[in-house]
């Protein structure tokens, strides 16, 4: 298991690092002209890593995108995806064309706004994700009604939805009216939807979801819809 740390199937690789469509990888195997560290490789999901591996076409480099990673301040009605059977703007369409061949560390749903990591290196994204390394995720929660005492302790022990255990890393009381009440809420593993469903499951829907921080990074004075630049220090150096 060790030795595979890190790799990922050569279609994918070549995809994330911007330097063939999975489709255009594909035909070089089938042809027999791609080559990983100097082997001809026939098979599309040999595994790789992508940081590390050389990859040449007809024995020429195959160039690679230099590391890039930025945080992303993404507004709601917007997916995550590269792009939307519906027609719906995606995390993309908010990038100009440089950084197109970015990939998201996970998911925020449509409805969720707030920090998202996009980058073209997969050891970092398969990093960040790995629920073992409990990378925090912090979120700021709006639920319709008033979260009583007894319903937050529910939440925070933890509750089985659909044969899964969601259980915040810690659950914090902002404030509460008869209307509504705002609470932050910590995450180290992020299930599908597993907040909407942590609040759904003691009688409270959620009207507002923002992450405002993901490990040592948080949104700070970033505007909804825009993005940063991140240093290898602000996302690697501090963790791995």
Known sequence: MEQNRGKVPLERALSKLGAASRSQTREWVRS??????????????????????????????????????????????????????????????????????????????????????????TRLSSWLTNPANAIVRVYSVTVKGCVTPEELARAAAGI???????????????????????????????????????????????TALKRVAFGTLTLGDLEQGDFRRLSRSEVVDRGR
């Open 160 to 206: 089985m939805d659909a044969g899964e255990l969601l259980k915040p890393s810690s659950i914090k009381l902002r404030k509460s009216s008869g209307r509504e009440t705002h609470l932050m809420v910590e995450l180290t593993e992020g299930k599908n939807r597993e907040i909407r469903r942590l609040f759904e499951a003691i009688g409270h829907e959620v």
């Open 32 to 121: 027999g002209r791609l080559k990983v560290n100097g082997r001809t490789v026939m098979d599309p999901q040999f595994p790789v890593t992508p940081e590390t591996d050389k990859f040449s076409i007809d024995g020429k480099p195959i160039s690679k995108d230099p590391w890039i990673a930025i945080m992303l301040n993404k507004p709601g009605s917007v997916v995550t995806t590269r792009s939307d059977e519906k027609g719906r703007r995606t995390v993309f369409d908010l990038l100009p064309p440089d950084l197109k061949n970015l990939h998201p560390v996970g998911r925020l749903d449509m409805a969720t706004t707030g920090l998202l990591i996009m980058t073209n290196d």
